[in-house]
């Protein structure tokens, strides 16, 4: 009989992207980070809302557009709100999603680093043939799956793509999951591994070495 050990972890990128584009300043390409503040523009009733990023060189400026020539009555008044005072919530939350950056925009060093916080939720670390992760994924995470998984379980990526082959790596709805795209927030990964005893021990010895918080 199939013993389910189910965890939940929670992802938290440690560092934003921080796009690497033309400074009017320096004249060359430069990485550019978020300054933490929003610029709001009213033209009658309409409104443009930016994020505001800053040459890491000169601290030139750059302006990403949040919306453009918007209605302020469809603007909800909480997240309106939210920008006039530049609420770090909402900074981060544009600030991690690489969604509208230039394409020109480069991956800096250690964007892709994330800190996973795990908790079992159903279970034992000990006793298990069915691997069971809900992510919380609120803020962006720029890593693909696989290297999430593979980092995390202590196993080769190659080998998650064989498990996925052979129909071993499913998410919630028992569906093939995208490896190579990243974890989206509140999708459930299961790791059916009663039938690959090498694997298993694997990551059966990667979960012994975490530190799991009590549900």
Known sequence: MSKSLKCVWTLQPENPPNPIIPCKNCGVLK???PSGKFRLNANGTRLDAWLIYKCMTCDATWNRSIFERCNRKQIA???LEAMQI???EQVKRYAFDKTGLPAV???SEGEGMVTVH?????GTARDWTVL???LNAAVPVNLRLDRLLAQQLGVSRSALKQLARQGGLLDGNDEPLQLKKPPKHGIVLRLQLAD???LRAQVHSA???DEFVEA
């Open 77 to 79: 008044p909480d997240f």
């Open 105 to 107: 925009a480069a991956l």
């Open 31 to 33: 990485p550019f980070k």
């Open 132 to 134: 069971e992760i809900t």
């Open 207 to 209: 979960l012994l070495a």
């Open 118 to 122: 795990k908790q079992i939720v159903e």
């Open 86 to 88: 530049n609420c770090p």
């Open 196 to 198: 690959h005893t090498n």
